[in-house]
């Protein structure tokens, strides 16, 4: 199996959305763009956010065990996916890709 980098490609946040439907949240989202995590299967990687990692988990599970061109071939790189997470008001976008066993 192989492991797979998870990198925050970018947040974005609709600030009308949550001001018309979202209960306050204080604190919503510790994801920063530029973070990276390393997924070892299908092991949630510490310190991403649990949500985020439903989205992605089925994905890495995929490209961990080799699969490639993902929706068709949609990627330039198939070995690979853009994924955003589910929360409608503060998507975040992650890059996921899965690594040959000796690369960081």
């Not at 600030?15 to 390393?38: I, P, W």
């Not at 071939?73 to 066993?101: H, Q, T």
Request: net charge negative; glycine share 8%; with cysteine.
């Amino acid at each position: 199996m192989k492991r797979c980098r998870i990198t925050v490609m970018r947040k974005a946040e609709y600030a009308d959305l949550s001001a018309k439907y979202e209960n306050f949240t204080e604190h919503a989202c510790d994801m920063r763009e530029g973070q990276v995590f390393f997924a070892e299967g299908w092991k949630k990687p510490e310190g991403l956010c649990d949500s985020a990692w439903e989205s992605l988990s089925p994905f890495v599970l995929a490209l961990a065990h080799g699969g490639k061109g993902l929706y068709d071939g949609w990627m330039k790189d198939p070995s690979s996916a853009m994924i955003s997470c589910n929360d409608g008001f503060r998507p975040v976008s992650f890059y996921i890709e899965a690594l040959e066993e000796d690369a960081e």
